[in-house]
């Protein structure tokens, strides 16, 4: 039976959390449990390494590419409708998988699952805030859709792996057919169909759903340049002016259209601003942070993968049971409280690390549940707040907005990490044996990003708190 009224409680809206909760699960699972599975694709499709790059990011560049225009026409269309139509173009491209034979098919495949993503995840985070009425319910609902997401996230490699060692590996993306027939049923029946007064039907921006785009794509291609071909290279820096570029002219755009596809005005409101920064800043963070200590632990200290994914094991628990934390913190603190408080969390753990980590493995474990614990809550909080800061015909693009902060910064952070250790570090960084001045330089290249990382970080935080709080303060001198 669709619910048509705001439930009382998460028990009596399962079914339709269970369909959200599963399209937020293909989200995090999809790429954790596909990296395992590179070595054998590359060997059975004959991928180059360029190839098998473009396995993995075209999906990531097409799905943070779109979301914000899929979530406007979502806004238009409708939630729902467009979330049933991109779980049925993701069942279509996972059975999809079984006929591939070539590198490049599979790189077509994993673009047309990342247009999918783009359809389903911003409105799985808008259907859920648009479900309950109370905001209580609201933080509970995103805490346990995402708590599903993690446990897709912490158990994606280790699946992938057991899965290999008895099945091929185009397993792992038909894996995606029930979870799409899962999400497809739990949204078709316990979700009512969208009122059009929660709508809007301005006309579609077309120019400013280009430049929008193209702005993302490009902004997330640019990281991996940098990463790759290193700052000498022509393609980074052209790849970042072309960005800058595409962000100028769509600041343009939409400053004049008359039906902008994204109204600037809106976005600077305060809990909106404010909430993409703290979450601009938790990507930035965790990104950094994660980048970091994996290259440490393995090429600085000489681990081997399955001790370094030990040693990763703080951040995953910290992510799968700090979930019983969430609802009670912000309900003692209040959404905005610990909005700024999880994300100023995020950056004293980063700050931890950059000044300490080198030392012991107890300061990296520490510094990873000091971040964990923060992105658990602000994961939360941000989105909540962004979209309790826009009219109810905007929830959908909120909440593209929200992902799309964090993709953006997450590749910002791997870029600018992985930039300061190619400016600093000489020679290979994949040799086996390092020398001592190797090993140095290594270790103030750690710090430098650790540092430059935690600053920025800490300067988004720090804006969004002042942000929130001078608004506060103009609202209580309006009311007086």
Not at 157 to 167: D, H, I, K, R
Not at 200 to 216: F, K, N, Q
Not at 307 to 322: D, K
């Amino acid at each position: 039976m669709i619910i048509a009224h705001s439930p009382g409680s998460l028990r009596q809206a399962w079914v339709a959390l269970a369909g959200l909760s599963a399209v937020f699960l293909f989200e995090m699972l999809d790429n954790s449990i596909l990296n395992v599975a590179l070595p054998t694709i590359g060997r059975e499709l004959h991928a180059s390494t360029t190839q098998l790059q473009w396995v993995t990011g075209g999906y990531g560049v097409v799905f943070g590419g779109l979301m914000l225009v899929f979530g406007a026409l979502a806004d238009r269309s409708g939630r729902r409708r467009m979330m049933l139509i991109g779980l049925v173009l993701l069942a279509v491209a996972s059975l999809a998988t079984a006929f591939v034979t070539t590198a490049n098919q599979l790189i077509a495949v994993r673009m047309a699952m990342g247009v999918a993503a783009a359809m389903t995840t911003p409105g799985s985070m808008a259907l859920a805030f648009r479900l309950f009425s109370e905001d209580g319910l609201r933080v509970r609902a995103f805490n346990l859709i995402s708590t599903v997401g993690m446990v897709g996230l912490a158990v994606g490699p280790t699946a992938g792996g057991f899965v290999l060692s008895f099945a091929p590996w185009q397993v792992l993306l038909l894996i995606n057919v029930p979870i799409a027939v899962l999400a497809f049923i739990g949204i078709r029946t316990g979700i009512a169909t969208d009122d059009p007064a929660e709508l809007h039907r301005d006309p579609v921006d077309v120019s400013g759903a280009v430049l929008g785009t193209a702005t993302i794509m490009l902004a997330l291609v640019a990281p991996t340049f940098f990463v790759e071909q290193g700052t000498a290279a022509w393609q980074p820096w052209v790849t970042t002016g072309a960005a800058v570029v595409a962000a100028v002219l769509f600041v343009v755009r939409q400053r004049t259209a008359k039906f902008p596809m994204l109204d600037l005005k809106l976005v600077a409101r305060p809990l909106v601003s404010s909430g993409l920064a703290y979450k601009g800043a938790s990507g930035l963070a965790v990104a950094g942070l994660g980048y970091m200590v994996t290259l440490q632990l393995q090429l600085d200290w000489g681990w081997s993968p399955a001790l370094t994914a030990i040693g990763m094991l703080p951040q995953v628990a910290v992510l799968l049971l700090g979930g019983v934390l969430v609802s009670p913190f912000v309900k003692r603190v209040g959404l905005e409280n610990s909005a700024w408080m999880s994300s100023a969390m995020v950056v004293f753990g980063l700050a931890v690390y950059a000044s300490l980590g080198r030392l012991g493995y107890g300061w990296i474990a520490l510094s990873l549940v000091l971040v964990s614990a923060g992105m658990r809550v602000v994961g939360v909080v941000a989105g909540t707040n962004v979209m309790r800061g826009l009219p109810e015909n905007r929830s959908t693009i909120g909440a593209a907005l929200v992902d799309t902060s964090s993709q953006v910064t997450t590749g910002v952070g791997i870029a600018a990490t992985g930039t300061i250790l190619a400016a600093m570090f000489t020679g290979s960084i994949a040799t086996a044996h390092w020398t001592a001045d190797q090993t140095s330089q290594f270790e103030a290249a750690i710090m430098v990003a650790g540092f430059s990382l935690t600053a920025a970080a800490g300067a988004l935080v720090t804006w969004a708190f002042l942000r929130t709080r001078n608004a506060a303060r103009v609202a209580e001198v309006v009311a007086a």
